[in-house]
């Protein structure tokens, strides 16, 4: 589960990227995010992965409070998360099927 409780993220230009956000999302729940440009979709995705840290407010993954996590545990959690970048690095002689069996095979989970 996935819960944030009045998230805020303000980037070190001083950018206010999320303002207070609160939501659940439960386990095994589908989520779309969706908004126009500049919302801040890919701010709340980095601020669930610790990309980009909140600022302030709580965010807990499966009842585990994520401020002050180790940098040397960050890598551990991430994987335990399946992202998708924008500017993913797929393969072109690959049909996306094949480029999801290679990351999954690439990064384990094929087990």
């Known amino acids: 589960m996935i819960e944030l409780r009045y998230v805020s993220l303000h980037y070190p230009n001083g950018a206010l990227a999320l303002d207070r956000v609160s939501t659940t999302i439960k386990a095994g729940q589908l989520v779309l995010v969706t908004g ?3 919302s801040g979709k890919t701010s709340f995705l980095n601020a669930i992965s610790l990309i980009s840290p ?3 407010g709580s965010l807990m993954i499966n009842g585990k409070q994520m401020a002050g996590l180790p940098k040397t545990k960050i ?3 991430r994987q335990s998360l399946g992202l998708v970048f924008q500017d993913n690095k797929l393969l072109d002689t690959l ?3 094949e480029n999801l ?5 690439t990064f ?3 087990r």
């Open 101 to 105: 069996v290679f990351l999954l095979e």
């Open 36 to 38: 126009p440009r500049g």
């Open 95 to 97: 049909t996306v099927l």
């Open 54 to 56: 909140p600022t302030s």
């Open 108 to 110: 384990g989970f094929d």
């Open 75 to 77: 890598p551990y959690y």
